[in-house]
């Protein structure tokens, strides 16, 4: 099959951009509002979507650094809501984040397993180190682990919430009235895990899906989010300004699988990008004024400091002068250090700074019409820097609905993007291979 792209919706209820919530278009309630959230799965499902993604805190923010602003002050929790969406669609993939430093890796395994269940073969698990002080203190600490110790964890816990899934074979239930066996127990397995960071006895109490597990989907973009996600992601997500550094990034993740024994094809590169459009350049270039003019000045200056690490205090800063160098944290490394390149590069002051970064935090912002952001995805796909998208529409229901009535048949057009879907589970459709049972293996090898 020809090679197409993939797209991911990225649709918190209160919008991505952080004044979003002010915009007459987007409901004030968004965020807590399940009829919203079931009208943009179908929206998306529409657009033939390959996924519905949502990111999740694990602390209260107040304006810094997360998608809506002050919308997302309070919302729901990404698998209790995905599970209450799936009926409602068929096709489209459901991709919740979970942290592998605040939960164990049973309750992980099983809450995804479970979702997984529920939508037939359709859910991802995006892996998450969760990175803020805030979430430490709910969490019976005092400060959060350092970055390198986060990452050692997440790769351990990545590698139990595998085995945990490993526990049934696929047809391990055999549900017969007649003989009375509901299960082969010989088709049962213990994970017996000891590690380092974790002990798990197991077996999960959960089977497996039609797609075999969720598939495993990951963010980091420092090096050690790098060396987890080319060991065990199926998609990144990644931020990136400019073609040549997502090139960079694409051309080094597919390394790094290659050299680890993974078939570069099977990990796919999703860049996020929030796209303003229009019929034209001048109506996108006035849908994304628009919106700017909605921006809190003090919800502007604590997304700055929410993506620079949550040290840099900008009260009484000059607005229209340079963003000061802020204090090192232990949080987002990679997204702190984008977040000064965006600055440096564009000599942007702080007001222009947090006016660029409102509706995407760091990911590619395009204002332009269908024809325009179809040629950039275009460019990005076809010259490595991108499998596919992770589409942030900077707010909601419209900027989604902008995208799937102009950009969506401009791709098709051009024989980049599906016209009908291609199979039942996301690991179909996106074209990933189904994850063969390393017990099945060893059957496999014991009788040869």
């Known amino acids: 099959m020809k090679r197409q792209i993939k797209l991911g919706a990225f649709l918190p209820g209160g919008g991505q951009h952080i004044a979003s919530w002010r915009h007459p278009d987007q409901p004030v309630d968004g965020a807590v509002n399940l009829k919203f959230h079931i009208e943009l799965a179908q929206a998306a499902e529409r657009g033939l979507f390959d996924a519905y993604f949502l990111a999740d805190g694990l602390a209260i923010s107040f304006g810094g650094g997360v998608e809506g602003g002050n919308a997302r002050v309070a919302g729901f929790e990404p698998v209790t809501l995905f599970s209450a969406l799936a009926p409602f669609t068929k096709h489209i993939g459901f991709i919740a984040t979970s942290s592998t430093t605040y939960e164990e890796p ?6 995804f397993a479970s979702l997984d269940l529920i939508s037939g073969g359709r859910a991802g698990w995006n892996v998450v180190t969760t990175a803020t002080e805030a979430a430490a203190r709910n969490f019976n600490l005092e400060r959060q682990h350092p970055h390198a110790t986060r990452y050692k964890r997440a790769a351990e816990h990545v590698e139990v919430v595998k085995k945990l899934w490993e526990s049934f074979d696929d047809d391990a239930f055999i549900r017969d009235r007649a003989s009375g066996v509901y299960f082969d127990i010989n088709k049962v397995h213990r994970t017996n895990h000891r590690g380092e960071h974790f002990q798990v006895e197991g077996p999960l109490n959960v089977p497996r899906s039609p797609q075999g597990h969720p598939v495993i989907v990951q963010a980091g973009q420092s090096d050690d989010g790098r060396g987890l996600a080319a060991a065990n992601a199926e998609v990144i997500f990644t931020a990136h300004q400019k073609l040549d550094t997502a090139q960079e990034f694409y051309r080094d993740i597919k390394a790094r699988a290659r050299s680890l024994g993974r078939d570069p094809s099977h990990v796919l590169i999703m860049p996020g990008v929030s796209p303003f459009v229009g019929r034209t350049e001048a109506e996108a270039r006035e849908k994304y004024e628009r919106l700017t003019s909605l921006i809190v000045e003090e919800d502007g200056l604590a997304l700055i400091s929410g993506l620079t690490g949550g040290e840099l205090d900008l009260r009484g800063a000059d607005l229209d002068g340079p963003l000061p160098p802020a204090p090192p944290t232990e949080g ?51 010259n490595e820097g991108a499998d596919g998208f992770n589409i942030l529409p900077p707010w909601l229901p419209t900027g989604l609905n902008d995208f799937v009535e102009l950009v969506i048949p401009e791709l098709q057009r051009r024989g980049l993007f599906r016209t009908a879907y291609e199979g039942k589970t996301l690991r179909e459709n996106l074209g990933l291979p189904f994850p063969q049972n390393r017990w099945a293996a060893a059957y496999t090898e014991a009788a040869e």
């Open 106 to 111: 049973y309750s992980v395994a099983r809450k």
């Open 332 to 382: 987002m490394k990679s997204r702190q250090e984008l977040i000064r390149r965006i600055a440096d590069e564009n000599n942007f002051s702080i007001r222009q700074l947090y006016q660029w970064i409102a509706s995407a935090r760091g990911h590619f912002t395009i204002v332009g019409s269908a024809v325009q952001v179809a040629d950039t995805l275009q460019e990005w796909f076809e």
